[in-house]
C-alpha cells in the first residue's frame, strides 16, 4: 500500500510527453542554443527560440512564414503584412527528419496522432477564419515548476505544424 502511495505523489511525465522536434531538442545550453534553419528541399523552418535565460524555449517546426518573421528571422522574397522582415539569418540546410521523438511525422491525420499520444488537454482552431485545428498537450511539473505544452496544428485533418514549450511556471501570465 505504501508503494502505490508513494508512486502517485512522484512527478512523471505524461505518456504523450516529448523533447525532440525535427531532430532538434528543447533544451538550453552551450550545444542547444537558439537556432533558425530552413529546410530548402522541404521548405520547412525549424525554430528554437529561448528566452528569460532559459526560463522560455520554444521549438517550432512550421512552414508559416510569419511565424518565422515574428521570431525574427529574415525570409528572402517575403514581405509579413503585420510586421517588419526580421533581421536573423536563417541556416540553410536539411532537417534530419519532419518528426517528433515519438514519430509523428509531418503530414500524420489526427486519428495517428491521437493513437500515439491519447486525447489532447485541450482542442482549438486557429488561424485568421480559425481554418486550422489546434490540438495542445499541457503538463504542469510542480516539483520543477515548469509547464509544457506540446501544440500540434491541422489542416485538412493533416498535421502542418508542430511546436513544444517549456515555460518557468513563476512568470506573468502562466
Not at 526560463?55 to 522574397?77: E, P
Request: net charge positive; aromatic share 10%.
Amino acid at each position: 500500500m505504501f508503494a502505490a502511495l508513494s508512486l502517485a505523489l512522484t512527478a512523471r511525465e505524461p505518456a504523450w510527453m516529448d523533447r525532440l522536434l525535427a531532430g532538434y531538442a528543447l533544451k538550453y545550453d552551450q550545444k542547444h542554443s537558439v537556432t533558425g534553419i530552413h529546410d530548402p528541399k522541404s521548405g520547412f523552418y525549424l525554430i528554437r527560440d529561448v528566452e528569460c535565460d532559459g526560463g522560455v524555449l520554444i521549438v517550432t517546426l512550421t512552414r508559416d512564414r510569419n511565424i518565422v518573421t515574428g521570431n525574427g528571422y529574415k525570409v528572402v522574397g517575403f514581405v509579413p503584412k503585420t510586421h517588419d522582415n526580421g533581421s536573423l539569418q536563417l541556416v540553410e540546410k536539411a532537417l534530419p527528419n519532419l518528426s517528433t521523438g515519438k514519430g509523428i511525422a509531418i503530414g500524420a491525420s489526427t486519428s495517428r496522432v491521437r493513437s500515439r499520444l491519447g486525447r489532447p488537454t485541450k482542442i482549438g482552431h486557429s488561424g485568421a477564419r480559425r481554418q486550422w485545428l489546434d490540438w495542445t498537450y499541457i503538463w504542469i511539473n510542480k516539483k520543477e515548476d515548469v509547464k509544457y505544452t506540446e501544440r500540434y496544428t491541422f489542416k485538412a485533418n493533416k498535421l502542418i505544424e508542430v511546436e513544444f514549450s517549456r515555460l518557468a511556471n513563476d512568470l506573468p501570465g502562466n
